[in-house]
T-cell receptor, first 111, second 115 residues
């Protein structure tokens, strides 16, 4: 039972354009959501998070949007840069519980 | 400051052998997590330690897997009688307290290959 889903395994975007990565979840008790970025041969690196009391959180070029009614969140990267090319994982948790990860979306930003 | 460290970075073993993977969390972090990522898959939760509480072992795939956390710091994940399907990247993470609105910080992982 996949509680966190990233339905797009890959995304290609041109440098300077917007990248939008999507994530859906099924557990309405999740109250905290995170995005991690992973380069090959490295561990995931925390990127940005949002709590369930907000619908938007912004940090520089990265913005996460949360739509609780649709159980959907998205990560926007504007403008996209070649160094953003990585695998992006969406994750969610409920209170003290463990993080539940999606299967990841591989982003490729071409010059 | 120092991040989460894991050792070894790579491990090749023969089917049937036991392996031990080590994780050093960020100093002062009371919560420690183990995950694994198999080829083409997302991160799969294995086990979670929070302070002196009993660990959450709900993600361990079989009784061949076990983990310890000594003195509330270093953790060791042990896989007994390894199988080829155990081949994966094993990732450790820590967080300050394990509470909900908190980031987990990951180590670089141990790549395990079972021949």
């Amino acid at each position: 039972d996949q509680q966190v889903k990233q339905n797009s395994p890959s995304l290609s975007v041109q440098e300077g354009r917007i990248s939008i990565l999507n994530c859906d979840y099924t557990n309405s008790m999740f109250d905290y959501f995170l995005w991690y970025k992973k380069y090959p041969a490295e561990g995931p690196t925390f990127l940005i998070s949002i709590s369930s009391i907000k619908d938007k959180n912004e940090d520089g070029r990265f913005t996460v949007f949360l739509n609780k009614s649709a159980k959907h969140l998205s990560l926007h990267i504007v403008p996209s840069q070649p160094g953003d090319s990585a695998v992006y994982f969406c994750a969610a948790k409920e209170g003290f519980q463990k993080l539940v990860f999606g299967t990841g979306t591989r982003l490729l930003v071409s010059p | 400051g120092a991040g989460v460290s894991q050792s070894p970075s790579n491990k090749v073993t023969e089917k049937g052998k036991d392996v031990e993977l080590r994780c050093d969390p960020i100093s002062g972090h009371t919560a420690l997590y183990w995950y694994r990522q198999s080829l083409g898959q997302g991160l799969e939760f294995l086990i979670y330690f929070q302070g002196n509480s009993a660990p959450d072992k709900s993600g361990l795939p079989s009784d061949r897997f076990s983990a310890e956390r000594t003195g509330g710091s270093v953790s060791t994940l042990t896989i007994q009688r390894t199988q080829q399907e155990d081949s994966a990247v094993y990732l450790c993470a820590s967080s300050p307290s394990g509470r909900g609105w908190e980031t987990q910080y990951f180590g670089p992982g141990t790549r395990l290959l079972v021949l």
